[in-house]
Structures are given as C-alpha cells and as structure tokens.
C-alpha cells in the first residue's frame, strides 16, 4: 500500500506579511535589489517604483542585467530552500526568504528570467514561457501607501552599491561613496558547510567605514544594506554575512562592540570633542582590544592632554598639577577595564609621577648622613639654638632641630617626624655662617613651620599659618625683652 507524500506544513501570506509590516516595507525593497547585486557578472540594477492611480497600490519593477539569470526558478516560490549563496559569506542571501516577503505583499506578481517565467495571481502560481536574453526582472503590485512609498524613497538613498554595479531608482542613479578607510579584520559570520548546514565562525574580511550623509543616521551595514541603526558616528558597512536575528534587522550587543571597537581603532583621528562622551567611544576605550592610540585619543577627547591621575598619595602634587591647567581624572570616572586600558597603554599617569612634591627622604637603616654635634660649628650651633627658640615661641612646642648633610635630597629643610632639620648638602656653610642678619634663615625657618599646622603647601590652612607665623616672628623681634633671641 502506498501513500501519496504530503508537504508537513503550509506557510501563511498573511503571516509573511506582517514580518514586512514589522520591519517596514523598505526591507522588502533591499531584499530584491541584494539579490540582484548578488547575481554573478551583474553591472547594472534598475528600480522602479510606480503608485496605482487611485490606490493604496505601488508597481515594484526591480530588473538586473546578470548573464546567467535566476539560477533555479523553482527559488522564487521555495521558502528555505538550498540557496546557492549560503556557501558565500561574501554575498547576501541565506535562506530563499527575500522573495516570498515581498511575493506576501503582492496582489500579483511575475518574475522572468533566462531560464523562464513564472506568474502570481488569483489563479495562484502560473509557470511561463517567456524569457529573458540575459539577467532578471521581478514585477509586483504590492500594497503599500503613498507614505510609504515617500518613506520607501528616502531610505533607498541609504543603500550603498557595490563596486562596479550601477544602480538607478526611476532613472536616478545612486551615488558612489568612498570610504574614510577600509579595513581587514576577523568578524564572526554565517556560511554553509558541505552538507548544506549553516555554520557560525569568525572569517576575516574588509569593513569599509563612511561618513554619513547630512540627515543620515549612523548605521550598521551589510555588504551595502542598511541593517540598523547603531547611534554613532560612522556608517559601518561589513562585507559578509553578518550574524544577525531571524528578522535580520539587528546583530548581538557583542558584535556591535567589535564593531565600535574596529571603528574607533581605525578612525581615532576623526573624533571630535562631542564623540568623547558617546557610547560608541566609551565601550571601545573599555575592550581589551583598543589600540594605545585609540585609549590616548579618547582621553584627549575627555580630559585635554594635560593630564593626570589622582595621586591620593601626594595630595599636593595635585593641586600643583590643577594650578598648571592640568586636569584630573577620579577614580569613579572610569570603569574598571577603562582603568586596566589606562594603565596598560600609559595613557595618563599620577599627579606623584608627573609632578612630585619634593619630599625629604630618611634611610629606613639610619645610615642618613647626620652631622654630629661635635662637628657642629660654632655658626651651626647658633642657627640651631635660634631655631628651636624661635619654634618655641611661635608654635608653643619644644622642636628638636638636627643638621644632615646630603647633597643628593631636593630640599634644603624640612619639619616632620624627624622634627626641623637642615640639609648642610644644600644650604652650604654660607648660611650657617651668615647667621640671624640671613633672611634666609627667617624665612626657612617660617616655611618649615607652617608644616607643623598644615602638611600642604596649596592649602589655605597653611597659606594662614605662614601670616600668623611671620606676624608673630615681627611681634617677637619687637618685644624688648623676648627680642633677645635675635641677639644670641
């Protein structure tokens, strides 16, 4: 006994067609002019667009002049057949989807090619004798407004044709772009292995990346047809399949990165002020793949290049940095991986590294070059017992003070834990020698003191601290009876 093969499943017009509706009837214009770029040997692609009189109906003509025509008729009206392009990840179609989207939209519709014809109408699918000397013609009547149809047009001027291929819109011809850059990477991709199976792997191939026009939006491309909008700066156009939704109008959020990545790596030197806070330079300064010269550019963009880390460890050498015009970048301003990106590319240092505050520095070992009191000069024991006087009455604390000799410190004096000390390596016996008529001395002795109240020579305490000590100091010399410690 034998039964007669039945089809599993039927699929619905009407189903099809609100997928267009879905993804706006522009789509189903890109489907037919991808296919008719898809074709082998093609140079020429004519649209035409024509509305019915008097209702809500537009005759679609999409025609092509490729030599060898449709390569297997029975693709027009197959959903998911073996497309012979799956096995191509240069070329656009998948899944033998294009035209029936548009075929659901249609109230009748032809397509001849080299191979033959075949008609759409209330009769249902008519096959046809005629033909076509070379490449092929689809004609529709679908429904679609007059506002769509002026939508239709709009968006068709997003299309950017391949190489070699002129394509018209009612006569119109779409212009040639050229790329800011065109660029080699390694981008996942769809592609058939020998069974016919559609196999996601990564593939390198070019990304031509453009300017958009005025009034464009930024948008994601796939071998010249807008995909979606991406909300950046460039026009990426991806020459392979890209890995995209059943509805084919969008891609995953990590493919969208390697994207924004690829673009600000290749483009840096195009962004502008106004890119610096947008979304598209802030994932790529965050991926493990941005180039030095991206991460740097995008913190010129952000912070100006005179920069600097915040050095919680040397808090004046940040406000010094501040008072030069350099601007600060916090912590919470960057994310963990913008910060690990920073950092490995060197892109901006601590305030410490740029500018460190000169600090006196005490051998953990106490091997310091002290110089003992029994080397002391007369002179030296002068300065010092003037010192630890004077200290005594400004601060109202007894302050030891000790003399190192060092020439390779920075600092000629310095009052911390150590207490005040003289750097003879620096100050040269000069100083000593001159004695209380030195106003380097007083003033020494005003600067390092004005430590004892505030650590920071920026801040306002101590900027305070130096007027009352010098006011003192002038009170001191003036009192007749304290002022005998000027006289030692």
Known sequence: ??????????????????????????????????????????????????????????????????????????????????????????????????????????????????????????????????????????????????????????ELKKLIPPPGVTTTINGESLPRRAPLRRVETTLPTEIADEDGNLKRTARKCLVDLYEPLPGELAMLYELGVPVVETGDRFHCDVQQKIVLNMDRDNVTPAYLRAIRVLVVNALHDKLTAEDASATFVNEALADAGASPAAVTKALDLKYGTKRAVYDPSDVEANMNLVSQGYTLIHGSQL???????????????????????????FSPDGKDSWVPKEKWTPAMHRVVEYTIAVARELTGTEVHVGI???????????????????????????????????DKVNRLIIHELGHHFAPNHLDEAYHEALCSLGAKLVRLALDPIKRKIFER
């Open 335 to 361: 994310t963990k991986p913008q910060w690990d990106n920073v950092r490995k590319h060197e892109a901006a240092k601590p305030s410490g590294q740029i500018a460190p505050t000169k600090k006196a520095l």
């Open 404 to 438: 190192l000799s060092d020439i390779t410190q920075s600092w000629s004096a310095c009052y911390g834990d150590q207490g005040f000390v003289y750097n003879l390596g620096r100050l040269g016996h000069e100083f000593f020698n001159r004695g209380m008529e030195n």
């Open 1 to 154: 006994m034998t039964t007669e093969a039945k089809n599993w499943f039927d699929v619905s017009r009407k189903g099809l067609a609100k997928l267009i509706e879905r993804r706006g009837k522009n789509a189903l214009i890109y489907e037919l002019i991808g296919n008719a770029w898809d074709a082998d040997g093609v140079t020429h692609v004519e649209v035409i667009l024509e509305p019915e009189d008097g209702k809500p109906l537009v005759t679609i003509v999409v025609r092509d002049d490729a030599p060898g025509g449709f390569a297997d008729l029975t693709h027009a009206w197959m959903l998911f057949a073996e497309s012979n392009r799956k096995g191509h990840a240069g070329k656009r179609g998948r899944f033998c989807l294009g035209e029936k989207l548009v075929l659901a939209l249609c109230e009748e519709a032809s397509i001849i090619s080299t191979k033959g014809g075949v008609m759409f109408d209330g009769r249902g699918r008519t096959n046809t004798r005629a033909r076509r000397d070379k490449g092929t013609e689809f004609q529709g009547i679908a429904r679609i407004t007059r506002a769509e149809l002026a939508e239709i047009r709009v």
